[in-house]
Nanobody, 118 residues
Framework: QVQLVESGGGLVQAGGSLRLSCVVS????????MAWYRQSPGKQREVVAT???????WYATSVKGRFTIARDNAKNTVELQMHALTPEDTGVYYC????????????WGQGTQVTVSS
């Protein structure tokens, strides 16, 4: 298992940007597929972006073109750059890692709150 610690959440106005960061410890991140999930109020947790061990990325339709996931295996981090935020992006964002499953879902961080005001 790896430990995941997210940071970078906060309050932002609609149209603004935020960058979330997830630091991986306990093992090299290069062995894991990584993902960002979010859980919005009253909704189930959903995957918003993933990046495989080889760097291939996937995005949910709702964030495609606005969010970018990027991994830096040398730093053991994965980031989520978010632009053109809307109130619908509000939620707790979680980092996840998994050596075998897709989408990644074995190890989880504690989450970071993102609130987008209208």
């Amino acid at each position: 298992q790896v430990q995941l610690v997210e940071s970078g959440g906060g309050l932002v106005q609609a149209g603004g940007s935020l960058r979330l960061s997830c630091v991986v410890s306990g093992h090299t991140s290069a062995l894991y597929a990584m993902a960002w999930y979010r859980q919005s109020p009253g909704k189930q947790r959903e995957v918003v972006a993933t990046v495989g061990k080889g760097g291939v990325t996937w995005y949910a339709t709702s964030v495609k073109g606005r969010f970018t996931i990027a991994r830096d295996n040398a730093k053991n981090t994965v980031e989520l750059q978010m632009h053109a935020l809307t109130p619908e992006d509000t939620g707790v964002y979680y980092c996840a890692a998994d050596p075998t499953n897709w989408p990644p879902r074995r190890d989880w961080g504690q989450g970071t709150q993102v609130t987008v005001s209208s």
